[in-house]
């Protein structure tokens, strides 16, 4: 018989990513509104081991929609790869009588998810994070707000490029994932776009690609570069140095993270947090809320983690078909 959840709790983990509190907001209220208790804990896994746990009523997600960050703090949390260490995770869980658990994060935190779900804590993930690398979902929490972020900076850096005829370097975040580089590069019509799951370290053929463009009239060059790749002011000195043409490099960096969360980050947040408490409602455990080919579905978590995901090929193809000159 499924078990009946009386206690949710909900943590955030993790990098933040705009959209969150509209997660926790849904989660909150509607596990209120299924007359099921919501707890709030601070900062992920971290704040869980210390207890930094509160009630939470529909009055305390009020005024957050709106808002990027956590209003729960994130963090990251080495110790709870301890078997141990869940072992007492869910020793508090019991203690604050949380039977059901919402862990907002990216791959990590699942695996977070799933160890305290192993030791009777029924969990349910939802992807938040800006760089869309979660594989069974086409859609994470951020990602939206921060390409938006992004390609509002490099419009701006775009104008002045071109009023001083520069070439400039943008790099914006994704460690291991292209995703916001691809986009940002096609929705900018840069010149080039540096992708870490394709580069070939090839700088030779950027500098000759600014040479040619500067002789068919080009006035100003824009490099999409993956935080992944990185290197961007040595690769900005080495371009000017090799082609005499100004070359600055700019890091968008955190920025990105930040934020007003978008209209559709705010949506569907709010249908995965309330997705994600009807599961814990009807006694599921060890699923993943997920976004595919326009409907919302949830994945077990096992079949989830075991999934993989690389960049579109042919949006990489169609990516450098439209940056011909
Ligand atoms: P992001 O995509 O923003 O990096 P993430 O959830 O993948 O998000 P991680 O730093 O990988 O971020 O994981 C967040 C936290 O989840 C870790 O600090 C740790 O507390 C927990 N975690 C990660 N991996 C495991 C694991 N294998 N077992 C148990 N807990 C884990």
């Known amino acids: 018989m499924a078990k009946k959840i009386k206690t949710i709790g909900v943590l955030t983990s993790g990098g933040d990513a705009p959209g969150?509190?509209?997660?926790?907001?849904?989660?909150?209220?509607?596990?209120?509104t299924e007359g099921i208790r919501v707890k709030g804990i601070m900062r992920g896994f971290a704040g869980l081991l210390d207890e930094e746990i509160k009630e939470m009523d529909s009055f305390s997600v009020a005024d957050i929609i709106n808002r990027g960050g956590t209003i729960l703090y994130t963090a990251r949390c080495k110790a709870f790869m301890e078997e141990s260490v869940q072992r007492q995770a869910a020793e508090i869980c019991r203690k604050h009588e949380i039977d059901g658990l919402v862990v907002i994060g990216g791959d990590g935190s699942f695996r977070g998810a799933r160890s305290l779900a192993r030791l009777g804590i029924n969990t349910i993930g939802i992807p938040g994070t800006i760089?869309?690398?979660?594989?069974?979902?086409?859609?994470?929490?951020?990602?939206?707000?921060?390409?938006?972020?992004?390609?509002?900076?490099?419009?701006?850096?775009?104008?002045?490029?071109?009023?001083?005829?520069?070439?400039?370097?943008?790099?914006?975040?994704?460690?291991?994932?292209?995703?916001?580089?691809?986009?940002?590069?096609?929705?900018?019509?840069a010149e080039e776009i540096l992708l870490p799951e394709y580069y070939d370290h090839d700088e030779q053929r950027i500098i000759d690609k600014i040479i040619e463009h500067r002789k068919k009239g080009k006035r100003h060059h824009i490099i999409i570069n993956a935080e992944g790749i990185g290197h961007s002011v040595s690769m900005a000195a080495r371009i000017e140095a090799a082609t005499g043409i100004e070359t600055r490099a700019t890091i968008l960096g955190h920025m990105q993270r930040g934020g007003m969360p978008s209209c559709k980050d705010r949506v569907y947040a709010s249908i995965m947090g309330a997705k994600a408490a009807h599961l814990l409602k009807e006694g599921k455990s060890e699923r993943i809320i997920a976004y595919q080919h326009g409907e919302f579905i949830d994945y077990d978590i096992e079949d989830a983690l075991a999934m993989e995901k690389s960049l579109p090929e042919e949006y990489v193809a169609i990516s450098r078909g439209l940056i011909r000159f």
């Open 20 to 32: 969150m509190n509209a997660a926790v907001r849904a989660v909150v209220r509607t596990s209120i």
């Open 131 to 189: 760089d869309l690398d979660i594989a069974c979902t086409d859609y994470t929490i951020g990602f939206d707000t921060a390409i938006n972020t992004a390609i509002d900076a490099i419009d701006k850096i775009r104008d002045t490029s071109t009023s001083h005829e520069r070439v400039s370097i943008v790099e914006v975040m994704g460690r291991h994932a292209g995703y916001i580089a691809l986009w940002c590069g096609i929705a900018s019509g």
